[in-house]
């Protein structure tokens, strides 16, 4: 069976994809909705919620197609701008397009934040990924700390990927990937479909567009 590789961004509400890729005169309540005209996944960093609201979730859904998933970087600052009431009260909105709370930095964590998510993981009845304190969270997989053999061997397995990288050198960020998409490719695993996310703060939406070739070209 063919794998999947969901290809999304580390949000999109970046400075210099204006005119790049977003129209200079397109509001910025309308990005989301543009975005996901070309992907099926973002994951909404801890520190869009400064602004975010309740409000604004309900529009995130209305913005993006049915076939759209969120997923919510999780990080303790998240608490000094919205109560832990009103971040539950919001990922239940997201709920029907959520896919899962990522603790990118999970294992740094106060144990007051730690008891806070889990509150919220408990309350919302999402995935989980990258959580030492969530007994269910799964794995995430990074270039840097994987080989082939280590992502095999890593129990339960991953379907969701975090890079950083400007996907500039195509060549050398398959390079990266590919443990990944082998894993996928050759292990028998009840997975049909994974996610990336790719961070950088000089990544082109043209350079993702081009990296969702390659992975193609590689069979997902």
């Known amino acids: 069976m063919k794998q999947t590789i969901n290809l999304g961004a580390y949000g999109w509400l970046h400075a210099h994809w ?4 977003y129209p200079e005169d397109l509001p910025e309540d309308w990005r989301l909705g543009y975005y996901s005209n070309e992907f ?9 919620w400064q602004d975010m609201h309740l409000g604004e ?11 759209f998933q969120f997923f919510i970087e999780c990080h303790e600052q998240m608490f000094d701008r919205i109560s832990l009431a009103d971040l539950t009260e919001s990922l239940k909105i997201l709920k029907p397009q959520l896919s899962a709370l990522v603790f990118l930095d999970g294992q740094h964590m106060s144990d007051t934040a730690k008891d806070q998510f889990s ?10 990924y990258g959580s030492e304190f969530c007994p269910n969270a799964k794995k ?3 270039p840097e700390c994987c080989s082939t053999d ?15 990288d400007d996907l500039t050198d195509l060549r050398a960020s398959r390079a990266r990937v590919e443990p990944f998409a082998k894993y996928l490719n050759d292990t028998e695993v009840d997975i049909n479909e994974a996610t990336m996310i790719v961070n950088h703060p000089q990544l082109q939406v043209s350079d993702l567009a081009k990296f969702r070739l390659v992975l193609e070209i590689m069979g997902h």
Request: a negative charge.
């Open 40 to 48: 099926n996944t973002v994951m909404i960093p801890a520190y869009y």
């Open 18 to 21: 204006l005119n790049s890729f």
């Open 119 to 128: 509150r919220v993981i408990d309350e919302v009845g999402v995935d989980v």
């Open 150 to 164: 280590e992502t095999l061997e890593m129990s339960p397995k991953p379907r969701f990927a975090f890079i950083e």
């Open 140 to 142: 995430i997989w990074r």
């Open 57 to 67: 979730c309900e529009d995130c859904l209305d913005d993006v197609h049915p076939e």
